[in-house]
């Protein structure tokens, strides 16, 4: 075997994604060696409540479990693209509505941080703006684990509440919006050209609550990249702000394994764009569009795109998003 070799370790990053593909394999084998035993398993069951050895329950009970093993490994079947394997990074912005939009945002950002830790990925926030009254205005976090990026690229969009605002003297029923960004979170194993020249700093302190929580020194920092699209000429500024630690180089380093990310999505973004050129027959999902509804006066939310619904709307606020996320995959994760 190649991972035996004397040498194998020679070249550590070369290494790394050998073995990290070994992993891979070895979770699809132990994945249809669990279906399949799931699946043996069954039948001697069934075989057993034809004799009155075992109950209908028993047997009712275990296909569901067997429905779920293969629903599950069918689920991550969709999950076949470039960055799917990845870890990555979440930005949530309040749209406008003020403290009502803000208020929104830091549910969703409670909702997705629940959703991590259901799911036992580390989560952590890298970038965070207090609202002027309540909520926030904007949060960056970093999920990492297997498969976060692959799970959570389907809650890029436009998320919509509808609800008596409590920040509402009259009581009124109000919409409020807020912008879900997901880029894969790109490791050391991956080659990202970045123009250091195209690269300025600043640094400021961090802002807290008060007290301890106030940083006297300037640990914050601020990236400004200049970016010009390799494609099409087109130039912009990329800024971004981290304050996930009190040491200013351990934020600087993260600032740039951020700005990896953005610079990987695009160029992921331009091949899916140019894939979706040539299978023009696929169904398009626009970035950026309205893609759900929370509507907790009706106890109801929505997904757009697949129609799939909930009425648990305490669940879903509280990070049972799964549904969703498999509803969406299985409807559009094979067309990516």
């Known amino acids: 075997m190649r991972t035996q070799a004397p040498d194998f370790w020679t070249d550590a990053k070369a290494a790394e994604k050998v073995m990290k593909h070994v992993r891979e394999l070895k979770g699809w084998i132990e994945g249809c060696e669990e279906v399949g035993r799931a699946v043996d398993d069954l039948y001697v069951l069934f075989e057993f409540a034809k004799e009155g050895e075992a109950t209908e329950e028993e047997v009712d009970a275990h296909y569901a479990e067997t429905l779920r093993l293969v629903e599950n490994l069918e689920l991550k079947n969709m999950l076949q693209g470039e960055a799917d394997e990845m870890g990555c990074v979440l930005k949530i912005n309040s749209g406008a509505g003020g403290t009502e939009s803000q208020d929104w945002s830091s549910m969703l950002m409670r909702m997705y941080i629940r959703w991590a830790e259901n799911n036992k990925y580390k989560c952590s926030v890298s970038n965070l703006q207090d ?83 106030v940083n006297k020194v300037e640990s914050g920092v601020r990236l400004r990249y200049q970016y010009k699209d390799p494609y099409t000429g087109e130039e912009e500024e990329i800024l971004i702000e981290n304050t996930e630690t009190r040491d200013q180089p351990k934020n600087k380093e993260n600032a740039l394994r951020q700005l990896r990310s953005i610079l990987y999505d695009k160029e992921l973004q331009h091949r899916m764009a140019k894939q979706a050129k040539v299978e023009a027959n696929k169904k398009k999902i626009e970035w950026g569009s309205q893609i759900r509804s929370y509507v907790f006066d009706d106890r109801r939310v929505k997904d757009h795109r697949t129609n799939y619904q909930t009425s648990d709307v305490n669940g879903v606020m509280d990070g049972k998003i799964d549904e969703f996320i498999k509803a969406y995959l299985m409807e559009f994760g094979g067309e990516e």
């Open 131 to 213: 609202g002027d009254e309540a909520g926030i205005k904007t949060v960056t976090m970093q999920i990492e684990g297997d498969f976060a990026y692959g799970y959570l690229k389907g809650e890029n969009g436009v998320h919509r509440l509808v609800r008596v605002s409590p920040f509402n003297a009259q009581g009124k029923r109000m919409t409020s919006f807020a912008s879900v960004f997901v880029t894969p979170l790109v490791d050391d194993t991956i080659d990202i050209s970045i123009n250091q020249a195209a690269i300025s700093w600043d640094t400021f302190r961090s802002g807290g609550a008060g007290g301890q929580n």
